[in-house]
């Protein structure tokens, strides 16, 4: 069974960082053959995509409302994904999911086989 776990989320103020983990684990889960996504939903809206990184890290993809802001990287030695956030802003409040997906295109809530239990972020003063 694949188990993705995120963690690092909480309150902090706007302009203030975050650093999101997500480490994954699965005795037949091969980390390195997922590309994996950040996700986020806030309350009453539908899950967005935020951030994606393909299999070995070479390509990263980007909402728009986040891009030099935040940046995901991975770590295929150690089964790990992070989002680092940074100027953070009301509207980037949150729960972030971590997700794993086949397919370096898209993007898609639909094109990901594994997701975690989500981590909430909220950005208040």
């Known amino acids: 069974q694949v188990q993705l776990v995120e963690s690092g989320g909480g309150l902090v103020q706007p302009g203030g960082s975050l650093r999101l983990s997500c480490a994954a684990s699965?005795?037949?889960?091969?980390?390195?053959?997922?590309?994996m996504a950040w996700f986020r939903q806030a309350p009453g809206k539908e899950r967005e995509f935020v951030a994606g990184?393909?299999?070995?890290?070479?390509?990263?993809y980007y909402e728009d409302s986040v891009k030099g802001r935040f940046t995901i990287s991975r770590d295929n030695a150690k089964n790990t994904v992070a989002l680092q956030m940074n100027s953070l802003k009301p509207e980037d409040t949150a729960v972030y999911y971590c997700?794993?997906?086949?397919?370096?295109?898209?993007?898609?809530?639909?094109?990901?086989?594994?997701w975690g239990q989500g981590t909430q972020v909220t950005v208040s003063s």
């Open positions: 990184i393909s299999w070995g890290g070479r390509r990263t």
């Open positions: 699965g005795r037949t889960f091969i980390f390195s053959s997922y590309v």
């Open positions: 997700a794993a997906g086949l397919y370096d295109s898209g993007y898609k809530t639909s094109e990901f086989q594994y």
